[in-house]
């Protein structure tokens, strides 16, 4: 089945990087797009970053300058490289993709931005 596992959360101090990491088992990954979502405290999950199957990029817009979705096919695995975090960047951050119509996420990895 489809499994989707996160890794690479923390707590960093504002201004700071982390890389995300989302390995995904069970499809073919090369074949279908893959996105990262965050969901803030009392918000809605957001989209905060897409890669189609071809490498094409989309991101927010606030995090587009400082973000970058990037995928390792021969790994089965998409990276989220964050840069320059602020505290607004907090959440935990959860790996997506739709394979036959059906939507599947990982169970999430915490990012806190705090001094």
């Known amino acids: 089945q489809v499994q989707l596992v996160e890794s690479g959360g923390g707590l960093v101090h504002p201004g700071g990087s982390l890389r995300l990491s989302c390995a995904s088992s069970?499809?073919?990954?090369?074949?279908?797009?893959m996105a990262w979502f965050r969901q803030a405290p009392g918000g809605q999950r957001e989209l905060v970053a897409y890669?189609?199957?071809?490498?094409?990029?989309t991101y927010k817009d606030s995090v587009k300058d400082r973000f970058t979705i990037s995928r390792d096919n021969a790994k089965n695995t998409v990276y989220l490289q964050m840069s320059d975090l602020n505290p607004e960047d907090t959440a935990p951050y959860y790996c997506?993709?739709?394979?036959?119509?059906?939507?599947?996420w990982g169970q999430g990895t915490q990012v806190t931005v705090s001094s």
């Open positions: 890669i189609t199957s071809g490498g094409t990029k």
């Open positions: 069970g499809f073919a990954f090369s074949s279908y797009p």
């Open positions: 997506h993709t739709t394979v036959l119509r059906l939507d599947y």
